[in-house]
C-alpha cells in the first residue's frame, strides 16, 4: 500500500517536471519578422508583422522626428539595415532587438505628423497622413453664424385722394 502511494506521488512529480520546462510560466515570445509600407494619396500606412498579437508602446519624439514602437516579449527577426522609404513624411524604417525580450522599430520621419496604431491579430498597421498639418496661428475655426437683418423701411400709408 506504502508502495503505491509513493509510486504514483513519484509518477505525478515526474509527469509535472517533464511537461514543464523551465520558463513555462510565461507566454511564448512573438517574432517581429516583416515590415511594409504602402502608400495612399493621403496616407502611408506601415505594417508591422508579428508571429502573434503584439503588446507595445509608441512614442512619438520630436527632435529628430520619429516614431519609436517598441514590442514586449517579442524577438526580432527583420532586416539588420534601415529601409529606405521615399514616401514623405517617411525617411527610413528600422529596427534591432532594443534588449531581451523587447523588440524596437523606428520610423524616421520629416517633420512631426500624426498617427494612428491599429492592432491586428497578426501584428501592428501604422497609419500616417501625408498632408503637412497646418501652421499655428493660421488654423481656421468657423465662428458662430450670427443672424443679421435690415431694418425694415416704413412703409407708406396710403393716403386718401378727396373724391370732388
Do not use: N
Not at 534601415?82 to 525580450?101: D, E, M, N, T
Not at 524596437?104 to 501592428?124: C, Q
Amino acid at each position: 500500500m506504502r508502495f503505491a502511494r509513493r509510486a504514483s506521488s513519484f509518477g505525478l512529480l515526474f509527469l509535472l517536471a517533464a511537461g514543464l520546462p523551465a520558463g513555462a510560466q510565461t507566454a511564448p515570445a512573438v517574432k517581429l519578422s516583416e515590415v511594409t509600407v504602402a502608400t495612399q494619396p493621403d496616407t502611408v500606412t506601415v505594417f508591422v508583422k508579428t508571429s502573434g498579437a503584439a503588446k507595445y508602446q509608441a512614442e512619438l519624439i520630436d527632435t529628430p522626428a520619429r516614431l519609436v514602437v517598441d514590442f514586449e516579449d517579442t524577438t526580432y527577426g527583420w532586416r539588420k539595415t534601415p529601409l529606405a522609404v521615399s514616401a514623405g513624411p517617411l525617411k527610413q524604417i528600422r529596427g534591432s532587438q532594443y534588449r531581451k525580450g523587447v523588440a524596437r522599430v523606428v520610423v524616421e520621419l520629416t517633420r512631426p505628423v500624426g498617427y494612428a496604431i491599429r492592432e491586428d491579430d497578426d501584428g501592428l498597421t501604422i497609419v500616417i497622413p501625408t498632408s503637412a498639418p497646418p501652421l499655428a496661428g493660421t488654423t481656421t475655426v468657423p465662428g458662430p453664424k450670427v443672424a443679421t437683418s435690415t431694418p425694415a423701411r416704413p412703409t407708406a400709408k396710403p393716403t386718401a385722394t378727396p373724391q370732388a
